[in-house]
């Protein structure tokens, strides 16, 4: 069946966002408010920031009035997230869009003349400020890559044009390609990016999978080169202000703010790519044994090692799932899931237009907003499990520090998501002795929490270094040249265990972590930290659960190496990320002698 609007959806649901503004009326009064409320912090501010007292004062206005800000942003691009072609949600997208560009500008003056005042001055605000001492230290970290007051305020005033090729990319994913219906066994089936990433692409038929890889594929070759030329401008325009700022690689400016030396993410990819290699290409010959396959193929990777255990579950039933597997984060911890589920903080439903994958957005000032495209698969409890993990971090985060330290760093930010998937998986695996069913939980754990995060987002981690080292030495991006990278990453990974069929080079057009710098490289990062940090929660109990939940609190007011650290975690070895890839191995281990027992006994 295809999908409904939007406006047919029941709106149970569906997500609440009037905890964020009651109505677009509302939402556009208070960006006028905002906007003069700027205009008159500009007025007041600019050319006065000589003294440890009016920067602390001046900063406090300014965590009032990013507080508002992030009200403003999450309600434009949440409305627009669930039906991109809603013509409403699209202007008061573009209205807040074009309105913070004037913002930004206006608001450049404060890090440009703190960073123009004596060392000296810059530590007396650190010293004697406990709110605050965060935002300078990181002030002092950017002072050698600060450019002139007013080349910063013209790049403020340019955010929404450098923000287009995002905007673009998601415009042609979600509105302009259209995949009409491929054939299977006689019968025509609705294609689009929802069905297939959603079901289709692990549909148990290989047939209906295979087709709909190839009616998916052969679609999205039709608009790679606009494709291209879009993620090329984006990556050029990294590359330019990198230059400007005096850094020598796209690479080092971009891992700058995450606060990760290069070593660390070099070895992220390194390690994972060589040493987890193997141990995958054996799940995907035991995949093609379970399944009767005669040929194991590219878009064959990510069905179910055995379909009988895909049960179907509703959202209710979901709760109740949800409600056991995180039960051990402690009652104030699980008081956040029921209210996602009481008060609609959850967008479940499947309509038009509707945006992809599944997100968690937290704003300061409220409550979470987490976007699923249900599909009553019980794998669907690992990706709302994931998503709250974000919810309970930034929760926490947001109660215990200022807007200014809440958000931790993106190296370190899916820690607390993946560590929810871990207990919920530790949790399924503790009701049963069923050998068919902790066959079909390890299997997911896999399938799900290991391969989206440690194979798909690090393939495609080392697919954009690769990117970015050719930018670096002077090259654009065009289709064919992506296409080429894309595949050798693929094909270097899985070796001869699965055949890399044509189309699975377009896997970069899917992708829209590419538009958020080196973002995909940080999921097997958190992964990481949460695969030890599960596995002493379980062998442990509540003392490990309260270190965690202080690191939840902590938020970003600490380096990601430093956050890991308060749980025993030491992030400046290879030993956690080689303990992790060998966690997985005994993972694998297990199927294997899983399906033997099984066969044994059929």
């Not at 607390?416 to 009701?431: C, G």
Request: glycine fraction near 4%; hydrophobic fraction near 40%; charge should be negative.
């Amino acid at each position: 069946m295809s999908l409904p609007l939007r406006k047919d959806v029941d709106v149970k649901e569906t997500w609440d966002l009037s905890p964020l503004f009651s109505s677009d009326d509302a939402f556009y009064s208070s960006l006028a408010e905002t906007t003069a409320a700027v205009s008159a912090f500009n007025k007041e501010y600019q050319g006065r920031l000589t003294d440890a007292a009016v920067i602390e004062e001046m900063l406090s206005r300014l965590a009032a009035l990013e507080i508002e800000l992030d009200r403003l942003a999450n309600y434009a691009s949440l409305n627009l997230s669930t039906d991109q072609s809603n013509a409403e949600a699209q202007r008061l997208y573009s209205k807040f869009d074009s309105s913070y560009s004037e913002i930004a500008s206006l608001l450049s003056f404060v890090d440009s003349e703190l960073l123009q005042l004596d060392e000296a001055v810059l530590q007396e605000v650190k010293d004697t400020t406990a709110s605050y001492k965060r935002y300078i230290e990181k002030l002092l970290k950017k002072k050698p890559y600060q450019l002139h007051p007013e080349v910063e305020k013209v790049l403020a005033a340019f955010s929404s044009t450098f923000n287009a090729p995002y905007n673009l990319y998601d415009t042609t994913k979600l509105l302009d390609i259209d995949f009409g219906t491929f054939e299977a066994h006689g019968r025509e089936i609705p294609l689009s990016y929802v069905s297939f990433e959603g079901e289709l692409e692990v549909d148990s038929d290989p047939v209906v999978r295979r087709n709909a890889f190839r009616k998916f594929s052969d679609t999205l070759k039709k608009y790679e080169n606009t494709t291209a030329k879009t993620y090329d401008m984006a990556v050029q325009q990294e590359k330019t202000e990198s230059r400007l700022r005096g850094f020598d690689s796209v690479i080092d400016f971009l891992l700058e703010r995450q606060e990760v030396s290069r070593d660390l993410y070099n070895r992220q990819i390194d390690l994972i790519t060589t040493e987890l290699a193997p141990h995958m290409r054996r799940y995907a010959r035991l995949l093609k044994r379970t399944n009767g396959l005669e040929e194991m193929r590219f878009e064959d990777l990510k069905i179910s090692l055995d379909e009988s255990y895909e049960p179907e579950i509703t959202v209710e039933e979901s709760r109740d799932y949800i409600r056991k597997g995180l039960a051990v984060m402690g009652e104030d911890y699980m008081k956040l899931v029921e209210a996602a589920y009481d008060n609609r903080y959850i967008d479940f439903a499947q309509n038009k237009g509707k945006s992809t994958g599944a997100f968690c957005a937290s704003p300061y000032a409220t409550n979470p907003f987490i976007l699923i495209s249900w599909t009553s698969k019980m794998t669907e409890v690992f990706v709302l499990a994931h998503e709250l993990g974000h919810a309970g971090h930034f929760n926490l985060a947001n109660k215990h520090q200022n807007i200014f330290d809440a958000s931790s760093s993106m190296y370190f930010v899916e820690a607390p998501s993946t560590a929810n998937e871990m207990l919920m998986a530790n949790y399924l695996l503790s009701e049963s002795d069923d050998p068919k069913f902790k066959r079909w939980v390890i299997s997911t754990i896999i399938s799900r929490t290991y391969y989206h995060n440690f194979v798909t987002h690090l393939l495609e981690a080392a697919y954009q270094r690769e990117v970015y080292n050719r930018v670096d030495a002077g090259e654009n991006m065009t289709a064919p040249v992506l296409n080429a990278i894309k595949k050798d990453v693929i094909a270097s990974f899985w070796g001869d265990a699965a055949e890399i069929t044509e189309g699975a080079e377009l896997t970069w057009m899917r992708q829209p972590h590419y538009y958020m710098g080196l973002y995909p490289y940080t999921y097997s990062a958190g992964l990481t930290i949460s695969t030890l940090m599960a596995k002493r929660i379980l062998e442990e109990g509540e003392p490990a659960v309260n270190d965690w939940i202080e690191v939840l609190k902590a938020g970003g007011s600490r380096p990601p190496v430093e956050l890991a650290k308060m749980v025993g975690i030491d992030l400046s070895t290879d030993q956690p990320l080689k303990e992790t890839i060998a966690y997985i191995g005994s993972l694998i281990d297990e199927l294997e002698r899983l399906t033997a027992e099984i066969e044994a006994a059929e």
